[in-house]
């Protein structure tokens, strides 16, 4: 059922905008060579295929991040993740000259798996090894300064500004499928290894003293999310830039239809992103006419007023 709404997802993607879905078929059974079959193979089957690939790695990075860190609002942005991939794109574009978006996408992705490790290892540091807080306070700290790195450079190359302000904002749009697809293996390994991680960490939620005692290496367990969480996170922000709220609010909306069991919830939240960022993409192109707002805006106008429920459920549960 999950893949058949996914591929309902993906079609009403390609197809709108005017363009019956038997054209979108007939493109691939009967190309005749039209620019009407030449937009659909080279742009909106793309298009909507990386929203699919974006979303669900954000949604299942998220997932993940939440359970390791035992954090409700953990999500790539709130670890760094986000911030450093974005800070790594500026430097390259204010430092290097580099513009070319194969390029600015492999940079990003090395960006992001940097930022994500120095978070892990400053979460490490200490008596008490890898704990929620830590992870959680060191993932804010290095947002916080790779954004504020990230902002310092951008005020003093005001051309560098013009060139990845669009990136920054996070969208789908101009991207290939030949630009992406060196990423594509590291996002995919990543769904797998999260998918085998499914168990461990259903355990490892149960409480670090609780898994111990059932025999688990909890120490291999977190690496191996770590692992998860910059192939996916990386990955995605690498393809479409920062976008926002994702991995926060898909893995609430995915434990409201299956509960805790990560191996459902760890599927249900690919599916679910997948569309979610489809949906995004959609409004983004409809909303203003003659103009297209980036999904990652979009993503935020969702995200935001859900962000503040949960702050504000939490809060009152504590109090």
Not at 25 to 47: A, W, Y
Not at 132 to 158: C, D, Q, R
Not at 182 to 206: D, H, Q, S
Request: proline fraction near 4%; hydrophobic fraction near 55%; aromatic fraction near 8%.
């Amino acid at each position: 059922m999950i893949l058949v709404l996914l591929l309902m997802g993906v079609s009403i993607s390609v197809g709108v905008t005017n363009i019956p879905l038997t054209k979108v078929i007939k493109s691939f059974t009967q190309f005749n060579g039209s620019n009407e079959h030449l937009i659909i193979q080279t742009t909106r089957v793309p298009r909507a295929i990386i929203s699919v690939v974006v979303g669900a790695g954000l949604a299942v990075a998220g997932a993940v991040m939440q359970a390791l860190t035992r954090n409700p609002l953990a999500s790539p942005a709130t670890l760094g993740v986000n911030a450093g991939a974005s800070l790594f794109i500026v430097i390259a574009v204010s430092f290097f000259s580099i513009t070319s978006l194969t390029s600015l996408m492999s940079i990003g992705f090395v960006g992001a798996a940097v930022a994500s490790f120095t978070v892990y290892f400053l979460g490490s540091v200490g008596k008490e090894g890898l704990t929620p807080v830590k992870l959680t306070l060191a993932g804010a700290a290095i947002a916080a300064l790779f954004s504020s790195l990230t902002h310092g450079l951008l005020v003093m190359n005001e051309k560098g500004l013009d060139e990845l302000l669009f990136w920054l904002t996070g969208s789908v749009e101009g991207r290939k499928l030949e630009m992406v697809s060196p990423v594509f293996p590291f996002v995919i390994g990543g769904w797998v290894l999260a998918f085998l991680l499914a168990k461990p960490i259903n355990v490892l939620a149960t409480g670090e003293d609780v898994a111990k005692g059932l025999g688990q290496r909890t120490g291999w367990t977190k690496l191996a999310g770590a692992a998860v969480i910059i192939l996916l996170a990386g990955g995605s922000v690498a393809i479409a830039g920062p976008i926002v709220f994702v991995g926060l609010v898909v893995p609430h909306l995915a434990r409201t239809l299956v509960g805790i069991d990560h191996r459902w919830l760890i599927p249900y939240c690919a599916v679910l992103g997948a569309l979610l960022l489809l949906g995004a993409d959609i409004g983004g192109r409809f909303i203003m006419v003659d103009q297209e707002i980036p999904v990652g805006v979009m993503t935020a106008i969702i995200g935001t007023p859900f962000f503040i429920y949960i702050a504000r459920r939490k809060v009152t549960e504590q109090a």
